[in-house]
Nanobody
Framework: QVQVVESGGGLVQAGGSLRLSCAASGRSFSSYAMGWFRQAPGKEREVLAVINWSGSSTYYSDSVKGRFTISRDNAKNTVYLQMNSLKPEDTAVYYC???????????????????WGQGTQVTVSS
């Protein structure tokens, strides 16, 4: 069993930066791939970035590639999303997810992903 809790959201001006954190409980955190997703009002949830259990492999969606960086610290059971050059269209609720199958996170197989956080709001003002 893994529980994930996001933090670090808030209000930021366009061009600014935020770092989201996702703290996970459970002894097997290091065996899980982790992903960041977001959902804006009226839009479908989209995958942003995924990292495998060791941190050796990452995936980014085109919408955030070059601006966002995913990383993890298995000693702290935490995964991060560094967000730079934020745009108003980045405004959304950001979710962290965990699954032992890296491919499921990349493929955004939402119904099959094991664990989700409650989300944290990110608002980017113009």
């Amino acid at each position: 069993q893994v529980q994930v809790v996001e933090s670090g959201g808030g209000l930021v001006q366009a061009g600014g930066s935020l770092r989201l954190s996702c703290a996970a409980s459970g002894r097997s955190f290091s065996s899980y791939a982790m992903g960041w997703f977001r959902q804006a009002p009226g839009k479908e949830r989209e995958v942003l970035a995924v990292i495998n259990w060791s941190g050796s492999s990452t995936y980014y969606s085109d919408s955030v590639k070059g601006r966002f960086t995913i990383s993890r610290d298995n000693a702290k059971n935490t995964v991060y999303l560094q967000m730079n050059s934020l745009k108003p269209e980045d405004t959304a609720v950001y979710y962290c997810a965990a699954d032992q199958n890296y491919g499921l996170l990349v493929a955004s197989s939402y119904g099959r992903i094991d664990y989700w956080g409650q989300g944290t709001q990110v608002t980017v003002s113009s």
